[in-house]
């Protein structure tokens, strides 16, 4: 996978593409749902729940697993080399 297609900055202070979303009641209980059914933290499961939701491909963090995925979301750690 080209992480190059992918927009967002981790710097402090970077502007985002889109508006802030609050975290619905159907969030926190699909992250309930990934927590129980894939024994991941609540906090990571609440990330991969509200990335699905907002529609995204891919989630970019080095605290999930390279490569899995949930549905049609996949983890990728950028700090990995040569990616997916």
């Known amino acids: 996978m080209d992480l190059a297609g992918y927009r967002g900055d981790a710097r402090p202070g970077a502007k985002s593409d889109g508006p802030v979303q609050p ?6 209980e699909a992250a309930l749902g990934f927590a129980r059914d894939h024994s991941v933290d609540f906090y990571d499961a609440l990330i991969v729940a509200a990335a699905l ?9 080095g605290d999930m697993q390279h490569g899995r995925k949930f549905g049609a979301l996949t983890i990728v750690n950028p700090f990995i080399e040569n990616g997916l």
Do not use: P, R, Y
């Open 23 to 28: 975290i619905a009641i159907s969030t926190h």
């Open 53 to 61: 939701e907002a529609g995204c491909d891919a989630v970019l963090t």
